[in-house]
């Protein structure tokens, strides 16, 4: 998880729970208040946006605020549901939510820190168009790969892993042949950035 997107989201909804009251049945057990809070503060960490998430987590509470007329805590079904009305009123024209996390990054991010990938996606056009646009190293994924292939050598045995990795390669180099044109790389430097 990311810290600083952590300790930015906990502190406005610390700063909002500092002015509201916990539900009556809460109050007086500080154990039941804090896992209470810890549950509404998941769920802004689930549904804020990657980056800058602030904005997000503020028109989530500045709605709660307007709709509820007590000073109590919103339950966790509210929260959820207003988090999902405030993603989505906030849809550009390509239908994409201003807030929803971007998928590229979330990938670059998970190879950077070294966390599970999917095989498939490891070769996937994503990936290759990640990698064409400069977002990403190829060398990040030779260790991802090479995990990804050892498991499959246990699984299928040397010759059937090495058949499926070729045609994953194949498709793989493919398409970041495709992304290259398209980025406009004249065709005598395809062969060097994708060998």
């Not at 209470?36 to 990657?50: D, H, T």
């Not at 405030?86 to 966390?115: A, C, F, H, Q």
Request: with cysteine; glycine share 6%.
């Amino acid at each position: 998880m990311n810290d600083a997107r952590f300790d930015e989201i906990s502190k406005i909804f610390a700063q909002y729970l500092e002015r509201k009251s916990p539900p009556l049945h809460f109050r007086g057990n500080p154990p039941i208040e804090q896992r209470e809070a810890m549950l509404l503060l998941q769920v802004l960490l689930k549904w804020a946006p990657a980056s800058n998430p602030a904005p997000f987590v503020r028109a989530v509470l500045k709605r709660i605020e307007a709709r509820n007329r007590t000073r109590i805590w919103p339950s966790v079904g509210d929260l959820e549901g207003t988090c999902s009305e405030i993603s989505k009123s906030m849809r550009t024209t390509t239908g994409r939510s201003l807030y929803e996390p971007n998928r590229e990054e979330i990938l670059v991010r998970r190879l950077e820190g070294r966390d599970a990938i999917g095989e498939d996606e490891l070769y996937s056009h994503r990936m290759a168009g990640l990698v064409a646009s400069g977002r990403l190293s190829p060398e990040l994924l030779e260790g991802p790969r090479k995990r990804a292939h050892d498991q499959r050598v246990k699984l299928y045995g040397a010759e059937r892993a090495e058949r499926q990795r070729l045609a994953m390669l194949s498709r793989y180099e493919d398409a970041l042949a495709q992304h290259l044109r398209d980025l406009g790389v004249p065709q005598s430097e395809l062969c060097e950035v994708s060998g």
